[in-house]
């Protein structure tokens, strides 16, 4: 048995120590909107009207540390951007917030950009290829790749 192919993951929720520095940086930085506060321990963002995409709160989390490494937990949240444009966007007020990537990478099927949000949690901003463009190899299948992502080119889209 398998999946609808129009299943998807709705929207990520996230332990974070600070609910304001973590607002700082997915609502102000990011871009995302405030939808929804739950008291002073929680908060909903979206893009463009959604109930939330994600999810911030401080229940269990006030000032934790980040999970040491070696632990369990949530490797990246990724966030999959509508066009090169808009990703390039969100590149352009990375650096003007003067925030580290930790890495960039141009996958075939995709272009991404890899940071931690304040509280380590890694997250991936990235946008598809449009799928014909995706590499195959000789029986049809995708050979994903990982090769060096221009950022400056991305930064010109």
């Known amino acids: 048995m398998s999946l609808a192919p129009q299943t998807r993951i ?19 930085i990011l871009g995302f909107e405030e939808t929804q506060r739950y008291g002073s321990g929680a908060v909903f963002l979206s893009a463009g009207g959604y109930h939330h995409h994600i999810g911030l709160n401080t229940w269990e989390s006030a000032g934790a540390t980040p999970p040491p490494p070696g632990h369990t ?11 090169r444009t808009d990703l390039g966007d969100a590149l ?8 580290p990537l930790s890495g960039a990478s141009d996958h075939g ?5 890899y940071l931690d ?13 449009p799928q014909a463009e995706w590499p195959r190899d000789a029986e049809g ?9 221009d950022l400056e080119d991305l930064v010109r889209a």
Do not use: C, Q
């Open 109 to 113: 099927v995709s272009e991404a950009l």
């Open 92 to 99: 352009r007020r990375l650096r003007a917030a003067d925030w």
């Open 117 to 129: 949000d304040p509280d380590g949690n890694g997250v991936e901003l990235y946008r598809d290829r």
């Open 10 to 28: 709705g929207h990520v929720h996230l332990k974070v120590a600070d609910l304001d520095r973590s607002l700082a940086f997915y609502r102000d």
């Open 73 to 83: 937990g949530l490797f990246h949240v990724a966030i999959l951007y509508p066009t």
């Open 141 to 149: 299948g995708l050979s994903m790749v990982t090769r060096r992502l």
